[in-house]
């Protein structure tokens, strides 16, 4: 019999893994809801669903491997990364979903979820004051005007597989919808920053560097309360806190 290998779990859900088979358990409902829609409109290799009944969503395996994942060694090689960014970007082009995403969310929800953040990331001691001051200004530059997207909303690299040098599948959808396409680039690249030219010349057009910049910073702001009350280590090498530190 297969063994039942824990993904990842927190209070909210868990995906675990059975042979071939994968199971997400989710709190909320409109979570899977989101996930399923987006898998069927998404013109890029998504997972088979192989049945749905809440709480749970079984989705089939994806061939090939991950380009690695936040902490951990990148993996792959240029033209694989280059492959991911012409996916993404077919992503971005298609026509846009019914629904806001993750990455759509309002200048103003954005800015005040940020200050909040930035506050009690002081007033705790969890990182320095001007560590935390300094990200914030580069954040500044994603509070911008952009132009809707079809956006996944949670790109992370461990979210997208690749067998050679061809995507075979990307995971994971349950924050899609409409939203900036920057947000994506910067959740792929978080972290590997040394492979954003590859993924930029696959994406096939000029990108503004200082907006991806400001995404990893905000984005790791935002992250590290949320991570730590879940178990995760944001101060891991390589991870959101060090993201942060690059900056300065």
């Known amino acids: 019999m297969d063994e039942v290998e824990v993904v990842v779990a927190h209070s909210e859900r868990a995906t675990l893994r059975v042979g071939d088979v994968f199971l997400k358990v989710d709190a909320d409902q409109?979570?899977?809801?989101?996930?399923?829609?987006?898998?069927?409109?998404?013109?890029?290799?998504?997972?088979?669903?192989?049945?749905?009944?809440?709480?749970?969503?079984?989705?089939?395996a994806l061939p090939g491997t991950t380009l690695g994942r936040l902490g951990g060694p990148s993996t792959?090689?240029?033209?694989?990364?280059?492959?991911?960014?012409?996916?993404?970007?077919?992503?971005?082009?298609?026509?846009?979903?019914?629904?806001?995403?993750?990455?759509g969310r309002s200048i103003v929800a954005l800015v005040a979820e940020l200050d909040d953040e930035c506050e009690?990331?002081?007033?705790?001691?969890?990182?320095?004051?001007?560590?935390?001051?300094?990200?914030?200004?580069?954040?500044?530059?994603?509070?911008?005007?952009?132009?809707?997207?079809?956006?996944?909303?949670?790109?992370q690299i461990a979210h997208v597989f690749v067998e050679g040098d061809e995507v075979t599948g990307i995971i994971d959808w349950s924050e899609a919808g409409q939203g900036d396409?920057?947000?994506?680039?910067?959740?792929?690249?978080?972290?590997?920053?040394?492979?954003?030219?590859?993924?930029?010349?696959?994406?096939?057009?000029?990108?503004?560097?200082?907006?991806i910049h400001a995404w990893s910073s905000l984005r790791s702001l935002l992250a590290v309360r949320s991570l730590i009350e879940q178990g995760f280590d944001p101060f891991a090498p390589g991870c959101e806190v060090d993201v942060l530190r690059s900056r300065m």
């Open 30 to 60: 409109a979570r899977i809801d989101v996930e399923v829609e987006a898998m069927s409109l998404a013109p890029v290799p998504t997972p088979e669903v192989l049945w749905r009944k809440p709480p749970v969503l079984a989705t089939a």
């Open 181 to 211: 396409a920057l947000y994506d680039l910067a959740t792929f690249t978080l972290g590997h920053e040394e492979h954003l030219d590859d993924v930029i010349a696959g994406y096939g057009t000029d990108i503004d560097l200082d907006v």
């Open 120 to 155: 009690w990331l002081v007033t705790n001691g969890v990182l320095p004051a001007d560590l935390v001051s300094r990200n914030r200004q580069v954040a500044e530059a994603a509070l911008r005007p952009w132009t809707p997207a079809f956006t996944h909303g949670d790109l």
């Open 76 to 103: 792959g090689s240029p033209t694989a990364w280059a492959a991911a960014g012409a996916a993404i970007r077919k992503l971005h082009d298609a026509p846009l979903p019914p629904r806001q995403g993750r990455a």
